[in-house]
């Protein structure tokens, strides 16, 4: 067989258009550079305004742990999960506690001084460092053994148009907020690049079918499976796009724009759709880092699926004698823990492509929030679980740390990916090296 020095020599001796790319571009068996090494991937999922900490911190240690309430949707990874409890956010400095908590969370370091008011007397402005996902992004990126074509994708679920503290997490460096995509039909494009209106949705595959047949006959069984997925994918994803203008509140409306409307009462849907964007995005090897944000820090969602008409941030402050709200968080974190298992689901599932397991043994999930507990607007025991076996770290296990920075399980990240920084974010809380999660 003819070994082609390169995809770009390869791509033109096949006659590939540029529209077959995002399906062809990182078949392994192709042989492109990137496909050499195991592929590990990053997930970190935001979700906002503290947890009910007796719902939601297993009992037990070490391997002999219950999961509770909250948690009970993981049951089926259990043996794949790690609770971390005792990881605090020791930064300070400019900004109230929802600032620092999204704003700090995975950079580490503290708010340059700014005009944004919060809650306290101090204002503030974005954060002075770069998030550990755009670290990592930016170390696979620099090697051609781990290089995609994306780097990061940042997702989206009803994030709001504004761009301040309350709504970014993810860094590009100091005063570089990144803005999650949180609509799907967006990120459909940004990955697809067909994306226009519904007719061109409608026909996206025209223009790459006679490519991707030709593909399929220079490629193994095992990649021409992965071409017909893709395929498969790409036609529910045109299905639902035609479907979402027909479903109409029982009304005649006017022509809308092609896509899901972002409103409140469609998160459930959004949520699903993001997932679904990533887990192809990952089959496809688009890219190896994302984030998950749903909402943003102080987030007003009202989950009415669940019951619930009152907007999360408020009833995140209500008293703990309140057992009616206390439910109903109880019920919001549970949902939110749900959205983290269907995407540990959709991974466990799904085979790697060109190497051995499923795509779960190689991607970390991580669920965390800005805040420990939301009436109290405490920085302590920082909600941190962990499910899957990408960097390795030993699962199945509920650890209890005893308030130590979270910027040493930020170096731990970086470290599972091979990436050995002696400090990340503010160096005075890196002094111990990162936590032994091996």
Known sequence: MTRFRSRRDFLRDLGIGASALPFVGNLPSLGFA??????????????????????????????????????????????????LHGVCDRIRGDGDGHMRGIGCLLTGIELFPGNIQGGSDTPAGWSSGISIDQEVRNYLQKDAATRTRFGSLEFGV?????????????????????????????????LYGRAKDRELLASVLDGVTDDLKAVAGA????????????????????????????????????????????????????????????VNAFQADFTRVATLQYTNSVGMARMRWLGVDEGHHELSHEPDSNEKAVEKLTKINTWFCEQLAYLAKRLAETPEPGGPGSMLDNTVLIWTNEL??????????????????????????????????????????????????????????????PLNLA
Request: aromatic share 8%; net charge neutral.
């Open 34 to 83: 990137n496909q050499a090494r195991r592929k590990q991937r990053l997930v970190v999922m935001f979700s906002p305004n503290g947890v009910i900490p007796g719902a939601f911190w297993p009992t037990g240690e070490g391997a002999d742990f219950a999961l509770p309430t909250i948690l009970q949707p993981l049951e089926p990874f259990k043996k794949q999960t790690l609770s």
């Open 158 to 190: 009803l994030v709001p148009d504004r761009a301040d503290t309350w709504t970014r997490m993810s860094y590009a460096g100091p005063n570089k907020p990144l803005t999650p995509v949180d609509d799907p039909y967006q990120m459909f494009q940004k």
């Open 219 to 278: 490629v193994g069984s095992e990649d021409r499976k992965l071409l017909d997925e893709h395929a498969t994918f790409v036609r529910e994803m045109e299905k639902e796009l035609r479907e979402s203008a027909a479903a109409a509140a029982g009304h005649p409306v006017p022509e809308l724009e092609p896509g899901v409307r972002e409103e409140n009462n469609n998160i459930p849907a959004i949520s699903k759709m993001q997932i679904d964007l990533m």
């Open 372 to 433: 420990g507990k939301g009436n109290s607007h405490t920085l302590d025991n920082i909600p941190f679980v962990l499910v899957g076996g990408g960097l390795d770290f030993k699962a199945g296990r509920a650890l209890k740390f005893p308030r130590v920075p979270h910027n040493r399980l930020l170096m731990s990240l970086a470290h599972g990916f091979g990436h050995r920084v002696k400090t990340f974010g503010n160096p005075d809380f890196c002094g111990d090296g």
